[in-house]
């Protein structure tokens, strides 16, 4: 329930700071690989390999392309 009222408060922040829900759930589906990789390594204890590294930049370069989508259309424009 806790994790409920965390994701739903942050859907509420994220849509009203980005006035679109698109980027927001873009976001919201990027973090959910980083999260679990994040848990195997920290808890399970899985290593940390150059294919888990690229995963996490190309998540991230990804959200943020997203997140900057107006700014990326200007400058392909």
């Known amino acids: 329930i806790l994790?409920?009222?965390i994701y739903g408060?942050?859907?509420q922040l994220g849509n009203s700071s980005f006035n679109n829900f698109l980027i927001v759930i873009s976001l919201?589906?990027?973090s959910g690989p980083?999260?679990?990789i994040l848990f195997n390594i920290i808890f399970v204890k899985e290593k940390l390999?150059?294919?888990i590294v690229l995963?996490?930049?190309l998540i991230t370069l990804g959200s943020l392309m997203v997140v900057a989508h107006?700014?990326?259309s200007k400058l392909l424009s």
Do not use: R
């Open 49 to 51: 390999d150059l294919l």
């Open 3 to 5: 994790i409920n009222i």
């Open 9 to 11: 408060l942050g859907f």
């Open 55 to 57: 995963g996490i930049i």
């Open 34 to 36: 980083i999260a679990a």
């Open 70 to 72: 107006k700014e990326v």
């Open 28 to 30: 919201w589906i990027a």
